[in-house]
């Protein structure tokens, strides 16, 4: 009996590292699949990182002939105002507050609690100043959008010397109702961590140093928080602040979903091509996602379209561990059975 056990043992341990030597060393390089083909178009999926977006951008000026962008991502929710109403903006753990103002260390929108004094009618033409820095990482600045009453109204690439962005928003037929400062393209790489730094805000005559009593970071993403209505817009606004014309940017945007929202992208997407009569396009998406997506797509465009696939580093680093974890190797085997999912699906 002691002798079974001990080989029941000893198959489970050689069981357990066959499985990690899989994950580590075989599953890394099948699911990071690169395989561009010749094509003037180029899909993203927005859910990328921010640096990934970037190289895209870059993919296109240097010296790659990319004549349209498609650009896809899930739609936003649309939140009432009154949503973020309640007063209390004491207690914000997320946001690393200083003397002097506030630092917005990810991605997120800083909600600016409105003073009773500050009062703006309908019909009123609303002066916003901020006061901002940035740190800049991979060649870029921080990247904020201007949100208010669930509108774009602007925005800039935050430096590292502090400077004052004057921004104009008409109210129309609706009084000033919610602001918000958005937070767009975090990044932390070896070579720079852009965090976001906002030390003064004036509302008309009324000005204020921004802090735990009068802000707060939401990390919502609706139409309220981001000024936009889907993920795909947003990050098609981001292109543009990169440089790419906006005749040249098509966002697709689609209803989220719980499970695969590739595939979901994917049929969404061939609705487009009875608009783009396309006979190629590359898509980028990150490393380990790239043959799913790559296949998913290959598959709902048919064989009338040559679909090839790219993928960029993104150049991110985890701020803890940098060695390999149980939690990474699981999201490896996680990535691969919706691989095989997907596979088995489109196949049936």
């Given amino acids: 009996m002691k002798k079974r056990v001990i080989i029941m043992f000893v198959v489970l341990l050689m069981g357990m590292v066959s499985l990690i030597i899989t994950t580590r060393l075989i599953l890394p390089s099948f699911l990071a699949f690169h395989h561009p083909v010749e094509s003037s178009n180029l899909l993203i999926e927005s859910w990328i990182s921010a640096r990934e977006i970037e190289q895209a951008a ?3 000026k240097n010296g790659e002939k990319v004549f349209h962008y498609f650009i896809n991502g899930f739609n936003y929710p649309v939140v009432d105002s009154n949503r973020y109403k309640d007063s209390i903006f004491t207690s914000n753990p997320a946001m690393f ?14 909600q ?8 703006f009618k309908a019909g009123d033409t609303i002066e916003l100043t901020l006061r901002i820095k940035g740190k800049v990482g991979a060649g870029y600045g921080a990247h904020f959008n201007v949100i208010i009453n669930g509108h774009l109204v602007g925005g800039s690439f935050a430096q590292a010397e502090q400077e004052n962005f004057t921004f104009h928003w008409i109210a129309g037929h609706s009084r000033l109702q919610s602001m918000f400062i958005r937070f767009n393209n975090d990044l932390w790489t070896y070579s720079g961590d852009r965090n976001l730094f906002v030390s003064g805000i004036n509302i008309g005559h009324h000005r204020m140093i921004p802090g735990p009593a009068n802000c707060r970071i939401i990390y919502d993403n609706n139409k309220l928080t981001t000024g936009f209505g889907s993920q795909a817009d947003e990050m098609a606004d981001y292109l543009i602040a990169l440089g790419i014309d906006p005749g040249q940017i098509t966002a697709i945007h689609f209803n989220p979903v719980k499970h695969n929202q590739t595939r979901a992208a994917a049929k969404q997407f061939t609705q487009y091509l009875d608009e783009y009569p396309l006979t190629s396009i590359n898509l980028v998406t990150s490393g380990f996602h790239s043959r799913r997506t790559w296949i998913t797509y290959k598959t709902f465009a048919g064989k009338d379209i040559s679909v090839g696939v790219l993928f960029f580093p993104s150049d991110a680093v985890r701020k803890s561990d940098q060695q390999y974890t149980f939690k990474s190797d699981l999201k490896l085997l996680d990535e691969f059975i919706s691989y095989f999912y997907n596979w088995i699906v489109i196949h049936l």
């Avoid at 507050?97 to 800083?110: E, P, Q």
């Fill in 58 to 60: 870059a993919y296109g």
């Fill in 97 to 110: 507050a200083t003397k002097s103002g506030v630092w917005l260390l990810t991605n997120g929108s800083l």
């Fill in 112 to 119: 600016i609690n409105i003073p009773k004094s500050v009062y």
